[in-house]
């Protein structure tokens, strides 16, 4: 268990065993959230947002007929003439 300590303004420092549990680095945003059971989650808010990207995403590929590497980057030469 980790504890810290929160400051008169408000302020913590997250123990360096949690930033690294996270891959927090400094300048990055956490995210706080209360499950219905009331429990407060914690969580690198970069990583949220990039599973929640993903969540996005999901299917895509395959409705666009991309199933490689080679036709991602074919998707991405086609989109850069189109802007030439």
Not at 59 to 75: C, K, N
């Amino acid at each position: 268990m980790n504890l810290a300590k929160i400051s008169a303004n408000g302020q913590i420092t997250v123990p360096v065993e949690i930033r690294r549990l996270l891959g927090l680095k400094s300048g990055d945003k956490i995210l706080f959230f209360q499950k219905q059971d009331g429990e407060v989650v914690v969580r690198n808010a970069s990583a949220q947002a990039i599973r929640r990207a993903q969540a996005a995403f999901a299917d895509v590929a395959d409705t666009m007929g991309i199933s490689s590497e080679e036709d991602v980057q074919a998707l991405v030469d086609e989109l850069r003439y189109r802007k030439d």
